[in-house]
């Protein structure tokens, strides 16, 4: 079954470092996600990307935070300069629509600020 | 009000028994309902799309109740492997892609 892939498994970085986390997409989805969540908590949205822009994001998502697709499998998410309280699991979904469309899960990436 | 609302648990139970975990959102605008289970430190995977007439797969039936608002997950004959934590999940009508979570119930099966 095709599924969605992230990368790296783990991110430790200091306070203040910019940080890349990768994902690759189902390959014929169309609409792309990224989540975080932060430990004990709920899963939160943090934006949608389709068409090559941004369609839908959070208060969270804000300038410290930009996505981009790179090529044709590639979707990653940014954050300029971290902070403590970016410490949470992110996880990346793609979806073939929007709408009633289920979205399915990368397994994760874990980032630790220190 | 929280936008998905659901009761933590967690929610004990022995190999064999009935279990069913309910779920209220407040936007009534609201136009797709999921149910996805998470296990510890993974990802959420999708159980199933709950629909207006409920739906049913394999020992797990879903309701949904415009009306009053809410979702329920029946799952039967529970087994161990069922133990995870429970999502409500929802999407929006004006949001046609954002997918709001509740915080999850968690359902621990027991021998």
């Known amino acids: 079954e095709p599924e969605v892939t992230q990368t790296p498994s783990h991110q430790v970085t200091q306070m203040g470092q910019e940080v890349i986390l990768r994902c690759v997409p189902i390959?014929?989805?169309?609409?792309f996600y990224w989540y975080r969540q932060i430990l004990g908590q709920k899963v939160e949205f943090l934006v949608s990307?389709?068409?090559?822009?941004?369609?839908?994001k959070s208060e969270i998502f804000d300038d410290q935070f930009s996505v981009e697709r790179p090529d044709g499998s590639n979707f990653t998410l940014k954050i300029r300069s971290t902070k403590l309280e970016d410490s949470a699991m992110y996880f990346c979904?793609?979806?073939?629509?929007?709408?009633?469309?289920?979205?399915?899960f990368g397994d994760g990436t874990r980032l630790s600020i220190l | 009000r929280k936008e998905v609302e659901q009761d933590p648990g967690p929610f004990n139970v022995p190999e064999g028994a009935t279990v069913a975990f309910n779920c209220t959102y407040s936007?009534?605008?609201?136009?797709?309902f999921f149910w996805y289970r998470q296990d510890c430190r993974k990802e959420p995977k999708l159980l199933m799309s709950?629909?207006?007439s409920g739906n049913e797969d394999g020992r797990f039936t879903a309701q949904l109740n415009r009306a009053s608002q809410y979702i329920s997950l029946l799952i039967r004959d529970s087994k161990l492997s069922d133990s995870a934590t429970y999502l409500c999940?929802?999407?929006?009508?004006?949001?046609?892609?954002?997918?709001?979570f509740g915080t999850g119930t968690r359902l621990q099966v027991t021998l």
């Open positions: 979904a793609s979806s073939e629509r929007a709408g009633s469309q289920p979205q399915h």
């Open positions: 390959s014929n989805h169309l609409y």
């Open positions: 990307f389709y068409n090559n822009e941004i369609s839908e």
């Open positions: 936007n009534s605008a609201s136009q797709s």
């Open positions: 709950v629909y207006s």
């Open positions: 999940v929802v999407i929006s009508t004006g949001t046609a892609s954002k997918l709001t």
